[in-house]
């Protein structure tokens, strides 16, 4: 009988062990004005948290838990965190205390387990000095100074940090390869006169969905360029896609700005919602927004022409979806799907740098094709301080290239002393301005 109750007893504190919640790891992606830690658990988590000064440190007390033994005398920093300290609290709980570099705003949630990861607990760090709300920026006619400036191109590598998008066969990860593209493609813009990049994401973190949004129009931009990998089920099915905003995505998000219009000083035109009755903002905003719609499906067009020279496209029309990254209403926007990470053939051109080299070049060549005839006024390339260019392409004519820049066929001739219509591939055409 005392062998049968030891056993029993011995039996219980196993259970009860193995019923305890086991943090398996601890990740910090750092971005420039936050830092995520991701907490990797065996199930779901209950948990609270609480900051403390002098020296600055945030305290995570996690109810009926244990951590790895690797994980105890390991240190982890990064970010706003100097170092992460664990131990035993109450007996049964774990209080993790992590050390920072000064005072944050914590935000903590938890996720279920997806292809990826299992659960997980999230705490997200924001500097306690920083804004609670970004203001939109002033639009540029209303405040822009007399000089003429560069355009802003903000260009957008998809998902980071947490979120590592779509994954290929060999174990590419659409973060990566998209984060690569973007890249090249700022270079590019770098060098292109009169016009300025900005890149949303320039490191392994995530930013939220509108946040993306936000910064683009911090920075004024006059164009905002979301870069992906798509993936399917069907490993066969291949090629880009270029999307813009659907027109019940454009509604629901006008539905979101009236609502909080008070927020919405100097949305649109240099004009305030705030003092104005419903019918005068819906219209005002109806405006901006099918104004807005108009340019990035004129310039994804255009994008969409030249990725048709690097490979195969899965569509040969502009797309429309309603991705958040999309509903700026004062900025046209599209997103590019650059290839099928889920296909063996297309994850291997993705992985290649020449390759996404051709597709940073490809999405600059539209882009400043669509801008050569539609540049901002105000802008060094609405000017005549800049002559237009055009690099000659394969499939190009003379007369083709005049329809697209608005130009005639002989003022075209004489600008490049052309004796006549025959071009070659890789000439650089000096497009006149105006007719």
Known sequence: ??????????????????????????????????????????????????????????????????????????????????????????????????????????KSFALKPNDEYGHRLVIDLFSAGAAKKTSPAPVKAASEPAQ???????????????????????????????LGIARRLAALVEKEPGMRPVLIRDGDYYIGLRQRMDKARQHRADL??????????????QGSSVFVLSSRGASSEMARWLAARENAADLVGGVSLDDKDDLLAEVLLD?????????????????????????KVHKRQVQHAGFMVLKSPDIPSMLIETAFISNPSEEQRLRNSGHQDKVARAILDGVRNYFTSNAPPGTL????????????????????IAQRYGVSLDTLRSTNK???????VGNVLTIPAGG
């Open 287 to 311: 405006l901006a927004q099918t104004a807005t719609l108009e340019a990035s499906t004129a310039v994804a067009g255009n994008v969409l022409r030249e990725m048709q020279r690097v490979g």
């Open 148 to 178: 003429l400036r560069d355009l802003v191109i903000a260009i957008d590598a998809g998902h980071g940090g947490e979120d590592p998008g779509a994954r290929g066969r060999k174990g590419t990860r659409e973060k990566d390869v998209v």
């Open 1 to 106: 009988m005392v062998r049968f109750v030891s056993l029993l007893l011995l039996l219980m504190a196993s259970l009860a062990e193995a019923g305890s919640l086991q943090v398996q790891g601890v990740r910090l992606w750092a971005a420039p004005d936050n830092t995520r830690v991701v907490l990797d658990v065996s199930g779901p988590v209950q948990h609270r948290l609480f900051t403390l000064a002098n020296p600055d440190r945030l305290v995570l007390d996690i109810t009926d838990a244990q951590i790895r033994d690797d994980l105890k005398s390991g240190a982890t920093s990064g970010g706003m965190v100097r170092n992460v300290r664990s131990g035993p609290r109450n007996k049964n709980d774990l209080r993790l205390v992590l050390d920072l570099t000064g005072p944050v705003k914590p």
């Open 224 to 237: 905002f360029i979301s870069i992906h990998a798509d993936a399917f089920r069907d490993s066969k099915v």
């Open 418 to 424: 052309l004796r006549n219509d025959r071009v070659l």
């Open 381 to 400: 390339l609405a000017s005549n301080n800049i002559a237009r260019r055009h690099v000659v392409r394969r499939g190009d004519t003379l007369s083709q």
